[in-house]
C-alpha cells in the first residue's frame, strides 16, 4: 500500500483481557518496528523485524507482550492479560533497512484498558 | 540508557521566530541523523535528515546544523508558523541499525 496501516486504530479493553493489534507495512519494505508511545510522551521501542533474522525483542516490557511477522509482510503485536499501565498509543513503523531510509510510521492504535 | 539525548522539552516561540531543538549522542558510529515531526493523532513523520559528512541542510523552513566533533545536532524552523506546533523528534542510527530516538520537543508557535 502506499503507507502503514495499522487497525484497529482504537482500541478500548477490560482489564485482563487479551489484544490483538495489526500492522500492514509499506509493500517492499524488509524492517518492521513497534513503538509505545504513552500520553505526551516519547517512543518507546518494542520489538523490531528485519528480514528473515531473529527479531530483536529487546524493549518488549514484559512477557505479556509477544509480536510475530507472517510472510516477511503483516505484523501483530499481541498483548495477553491487559493491565491499565499499557494504555497507551501502538505505532508501527517500516523501512527499506537500507542505508539512509528512513521510517515512515503508521497512524497507531490507541489502546484504552479500562 | 538513552542514547539521544534532546532538548529542551518544550518551547514556544512568536509566529515568525526561529525555534530551536538540539540532540546530543554519543555513539561515534551514528551516520544518519533524521528529524521526525508528530502532530497530534498522527504518526510521526520525516521532516528532513543528515549525514555526517555535511554541517548544515535546508530543506523548506527548516535546517539541520551537525558538529561531529561536539556530537551534536539541531533543528532550526525558519519564520514559523502556528501550523509548525508539533512534537519533534530528532534520531540517530548506525545506517543497518534500530533509530535511537530523542524524548521529544513539543514546539507551541502562538500567532
Known amino acids: 500500500g502506499a503507507g502503514v496501516s495499522q487497525s484497529p486504530s482504537n482500541k478500548v479493553t477490560e482489564k485482563g483481557k487479551d489484544v490483538e493489534l495489526r500492522c500492514d507495512p509499506i509493500s517492499g519494505h524488509t524492517a518492521l518496528y513497534w513503538y509505545r508511545q504513552s500520553l505526551g510522551q516519547g517512543l518507546e521501542f518494542l520489538i523490531y523485524?528485519?528480514?528473515?533474522?531473529?527479531?530483536?525483542k529487546s524493549g518488549l516490557p514484559s512477557d505479556r507482550f509477544s509480536a510475530e511477522r507472517t510472510g516477511g509482510s503483516v505484523s501483530t503485536l499481541t498483548i495477553q492479560r491487559t493491565q491499565q499501565e499499557d494504555s497507551a498509543v501502538y505505532l508501527c513503523a517500516s523501512s527499506l533497512a537500507s542505508r539512509g531510509s528512513g521510517y515512515t510510521f503508521g497512524s497507531g492504535t490507541r489502546l484504552t484498558v479500562v | 540508557q538513552q542514547q539521544v539525548k534532546q532538548s529542551p522539552q518544550s518551547l514556544i516561540v512568536q509566529k515568525g521566530g526561529i525555534p530551536i531543538i538540539n540532540c546530543a549522542y554519543e555513539n561515534t558510529a551514528f551516520d544518519y541523523f533524521p528529524w521526525y515531526q508528530q502532530f497530534p493523532g498522527k504518526g510521526p513523520a520525516l521532516l528532513i535528515a543528515?549525514?555526517?559528512?555535511?554541517s548544515e541542510k535546508k530543506e523548506g523552513r527548516f535546517t539541520i546544523s551537525f558538529n561531529k566533533s561536539a556530537k551534536q545536532f539541531s533543528l532550526h524552523i525558519m519564520d514559523s508558523q502556528p501550523g509548525d506546533s508539533a512534537t519533534y523528534f530528532c534520531?540517530?542510527?548506525?545506517?543497518?541499525?534500530?533509530?535511537?530516538f530523542g524524548a521529544g520537543t513539543q514546539v507551541v508557535v502562538t500567532p
Open positions: 523485524f528485519q528480514g528473515n533474522s531473529a527479531p530483536d
Open positions: 543528515i549525514r555526517p559528512d555535511v
Open positions: 534520531a540517530a542510527t548506525d545506517s543497518w541499525g534500530k533509530f535511537q
